[in-house]
């Protein structure tokens, strides 16, 4: 049992500006739904347009004293965030368990350390911006750059992971001296809103950090597009992120996008099976399978595909689906009966063209429990091959030749992860050369690092998460060039003055 009781936190409303909890004024009500039991857990009403104005003015008034603080003040206020956080682990993993469903073995180990790690992390790299170094280049001039922060952030963001995207997108923002505004899903506001209210606790001043919860077409497209946000990071499906990169394109802003993955695993002859097959029911079941690294195509060399068929449906056969308050459920439900129904017509689409090995149902339960399902047989462009599905369905193909695993591995619009399974350090070598993704592991598939960059290629995306790579997003150089001669007349002037 969970004693996360959102009512008595955010009794106040669900935005959170200028430091405070506030209602939305949009008029229209949205029910957090806990997707285990289907039962209403909280009701708020959503982010208007001045909502989100009200949130972008309070992110405009903080800009400047924030950006004038020294790194070292900003690291300060990071690392005592950092401590807030730590203190507050356990209420933080409650509430992002029974919003999302997921299991609290998860929220507790993979989602709140790594939240509270990426606040640490980015309270040392805030005193590690840097710009190129200073020197004379003309010979009369010195030039030197400084790196600044964009200005008020806009930024949007899935509900697959709501405290982790909270933290990619909030922390190396404000580290760098940027104010922010960020827009979660409406499905999951709760560790969003505990996040800033962390914030504030730390001594971070108010409007630094602040949180407007509506629906995408109304407070998103408001935040895209305001005139006063330099810069829009969205994270979500790549559908959406077209959309945005639309509206920001039009008020010339700064984007970074985190899209959609169909994350490619490919096994090569000489891997260690029994490695493979417990990476790939991982890789493909982690959060249950609401993960943009996702292992969600297995390519398998010929020798190795019928043994590991078996080997998968079997472990995925011994996954335990159940209430995500016992420390021994395996797998939750899915975000939303809505969503489970998604990927149900996926797999059931499927039937006509491929074989579902195991799973392909939904549990007879009032949670949307979806049983973790391996498709195998399904051709290379059909549609559970190509699309992302967002749920526990793992699709398994054969190749030949090694050219063939990297090639078919490549043979989506996606490339945000993928992984090679191999005990040859050549052929793992070459894997990690030619994977168009922007991350390949290594005979593993899913663990990130505070210290290393997320982000995708092609319809994945681009811009970096997490890392000091995100400062290349959340900051701006600029050239400062001094004369050093104090001559009235230049020797350039001759270009417009000729011979005078
Ligand atoms: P989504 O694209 O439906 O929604 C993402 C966010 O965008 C939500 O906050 C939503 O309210 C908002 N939104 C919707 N319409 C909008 C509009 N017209 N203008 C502005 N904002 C709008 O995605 P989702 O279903 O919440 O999340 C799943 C998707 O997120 C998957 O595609 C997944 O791969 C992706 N994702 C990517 C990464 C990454 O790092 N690349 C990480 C997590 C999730």
Not at 175 to 203: C, D, R
Not at 250 to 269: I, M, N, S, Y
Not at 478 to 492: G, S
């Amino acid at each position: 049992m969970h004693n996360f009781q959102a009512q008595d936190h955010f009794s106040d409303g669900a935005q959170y500006i200028a430091g405070r909890l506030t209602k939305g004024t949009s008029g229209t009500h949205h029910a957090v739904v806990d997707p285990a039991t289907g039962n209403e857990v909280y009701s708020y009403e959503l982010a208007g347009s001045d909502d989100v104005d009200a949130a972008v003015a309070a992110a405009a008034e903080a800009f400047p004293g924030w950006a004038r603080a020294t790194p070292g003040e900003r690291s300060d206020a990071l690392h005592r965030f950092a401590g807030v956080l730590a203190d507050r682990a356990e209420e933080f993993a409650q509430a992002e368990s029974l919003q999302c469903g997921k299991p609290i073995k998860l929220s507790r180990e993979f989602d709140v350390p790594g939240t509270v790690d990426n606040a640490a992390f980015f309270a040392g790299a805030a005193r590690h911006l840097q710009g190129q170094s200073a020197g004379e280049y003309t010979g009369d001039h010195t030039s030197y750059v400084r790196r600044e922060p964009i200005g008020v952030v806009g930024s949007i963001a899935p509900w697959n992971y709501p405290l982790q995207m909270a933290a990619w997108k909030v922390l190396p923002a404000i580290a760098a001296g940027n104010t922010i505004v960020l827009k979660p899903a409406e499905l999951t506001p709760f560790t969003s809103l505990l996040f800033a209210q962390a914030a504030t606790e730390a001594g971070i001043p108010d409007g630094v950090v602040n949180i407007v919860t509506g629906a995408g077409k109304e407070a998103g497209e408001r935040l895209v597009g305001h005139p006063d946000v330099a810069m829009t990071s969205f994270t979500g499906s790549t559908g959406v992120g077209k959309r945005v990169a639309e509206i920001a394109t039009a008020t010339v802003k700064r984007l970074h996008l985190e899209l959609g993955g169909k994350a490619p695993f490919v096994v090569f002859d000489d891997a260690d099976l029994d490695a493979a097959v417990h990476g790939a029911v991982a890789g493909a079941l982690i959060n249950s399978g609401q993960d943009c690294t996702a292992a969600t195509r297995a390519y398998v060399q010929r020798p190795l595909y019928d043994a590991f068929v078996a080997g998968v449906a079997d472990l995925m056969e011994s996954v335990r689906l159940g209430d995500p308050f016992d420390p021994s459920t395996d797998m939750g439900p899915l975000i939303s009966h809505v969503h489970r129904d998604r990927v149900a017509g996926f797999v059931d689409r499927a039937r006509s063209y491929a074989r579902v090995v195991t799973g392909g149902e939904a549990l007879q339960h009032p949670g949307a429990f979806y049983k973790p399902t391996l498709i195998a047989d399904a051709a290379q462009d059909s549609e559970v091959v190509q699309s992302e599905i967002f749920g526990p369905v793992l699709v398994v193909l054969p190749f030949d030749s090694d050219d063939e695993g990297i090639r078919l591995a490549n043979d989506t619009p996606y490339g945000l992860a993928a992984s090679a399974w191999s005990r040859d350090v050549f052929r793992a070598n070459r894997a990690t050369r030619e994977i168009k993704a922007g991350c390949v592991w290594v005979n593993d598939h899913i663990p990130i690092l505070s210290e290393m960059p997320h982000g995708g290629y092609k319809a994945s995306g681009y811009g970096k998460d997490m890392s000091a790579y995100s400062f290349e997003e959340y900051t701006q150089v600029k050239h400062v060039m001094f004369d050093n001669t104090a001559v009235v007349r230049k020797d350039w002037h001759r270009t417009i003055f000729g011979d005078r």
